[in-house]
């Protein structure tokens, strides 16, 4: 098992495969888009595999594929076959808007994906247009609910917005009535590309759980591991469950398992640093161990998100980033 200078395990990787995405959502990038990396610049299969293995042999147990939109990356289900072969990996996870990921889903069963995370911010067709600026919900929904019959757990992640959609809350907790579905609303984060988010954070994880309570009256607490990001709650008699995540206020810091690596290869040992080891460019040209290299980056890990951003801001895009 890897423990950082704070002796928190470290189990989880999330892990970029493209910085590339076919939605244009407001708080992740501009209308215009990203500059996108070219494809050298991106970690190879053999070098995303070569690196699995390496964490997987110092006590990772848990991967989670994100992007951009992963399913932009020609051969994905090629590598979630390679990750899901590799000892130690129990646990393999994806992030997806669902528009391709549709054509996948009956794969992704056979392969035994542990989860599927929905980016699904509202249940309305011109809100979702505004928000994307792309008229794809339908499509998503299509994606959602083939998700739901083929027996693959959901998580929805809708990003709580201001002037938005806090209309969708409340519906969006209704999804969790018949169905095992995880509705987790996520503050809204300063990584859209453009550095927009200034000052205090309006519907914060606090108002949302404020708004669900005064509607619904009693909510029973979920328990989970320590480590999740989500605290979860149920309406009573509803089958699925609401997570709320303090991202932006960063209350679970104390506790996090995870690292973070982008399309790049760049290795973030948090979400709010800007990257601490190039390992892409360790694997290409150096003769330093990368078991070593990761070792010494955990060694400095921040004790949470505050810290790590009063050390380098940063402005970039989510789909950057990598989720």
């Given amino acids: 098992m890897i423990y950082d200078n704070h002796n928190r395990p470290i189990r989880y990787l999330r892990l970029a495969v493209t910085d590339r995405c076919n939605l244009r959502c407001q708080y992740c990038m501009p209308e215009e888009g990203i500059q996108y990396l070219p494809k050298k610049s991106l970690l190879t299969f053999e070098e995303i595999i070569e690196l699995v293995t390496v964490l997987a042999e110092m006590g990772i147990s848990k991967v989670r594929l994100t992007g951009g939109e992963p399913f932009l990356r020609k051969d994905l289900m090629k590598l979630l076959w390679s990750i899901r072969s590799i000892p130690g990996i129990a646990d393999l996870?994806?992030?997806?808007?669902?528009?391709l990921a549709v054509n996948h889903v009956e794969e992704l069963k056979e392969l035994g994906i542990s989860s599927v995370n929905l980016s699904l911010d509202?249940?309305?067709?011109?809100?979702f247009k505004h928000i994307t600026r792309r008229d794809d919900f339908e499509k998503t929904m299509q994606a959602y609910e083939k998700f739901l019959?083929?027996?693959?757990?959901v998580k929805i992640n809708c990003v709580v917005m201001e002037g938005m959609n806090t209309e969708d809350i409340l519906p969006m907790v209704e999804l969790t009535k018949e169905?095992?579905?995880?509705v987790r609303f996520i503050e809204e984060m300063p990584f859209n590309g453009v550095g927009k988010r200034?000052?205090?954070?309006?519907?914060?994880h606090l108002r949302i759980m404020s708004h669900i309570g005064e509607h619904y009256g009693k909510i029973e607490y979920v328990p989970g591991r320590p480590s999740d990001t989500a605290k979860l709650f149920r309406v009573p008699g509803y089958v699925g469950t609401v997570g709320v995540i303090a991202a932006y206020s960063r209350t679970f810091c104390g506790t996090c398992d995870r690292i973070r690596v982008t399309a790049q290869g760049m290795l973030k040992t948090c979400l709010y640093d800007d990257g601490v080891l190039n390992i892409r460019?360790?694997?290409?040209?150096s003769e330093q161990s990368l078991r070593e290299a990761l070792l010494e980056a955990l060694s400095k890990r921040p004790v949470d998100g505050h810290e790590a951003e009063a050390a380098r801001p940063v402005h970039a895009s989510m789909s950057t980033i990598g989720g």
């Fill in 198 to 204: 200034t000052g205090t954070l309006t519907w914060d």
């Fill in 149 to 153: 019959l083929s027996g693959i757990p």
């Fill in 93 to 99: 996870h994806i992030t997806t808007n669902g528009l």
């Fill in 179 to 182: 169905v095992g579905t995880s």
């Fill in 281 to 285: 460019d360790l694997m290409r040209s």
């Fill in 122 to 127: 509202t249940l309305d067709a011109a809100r």
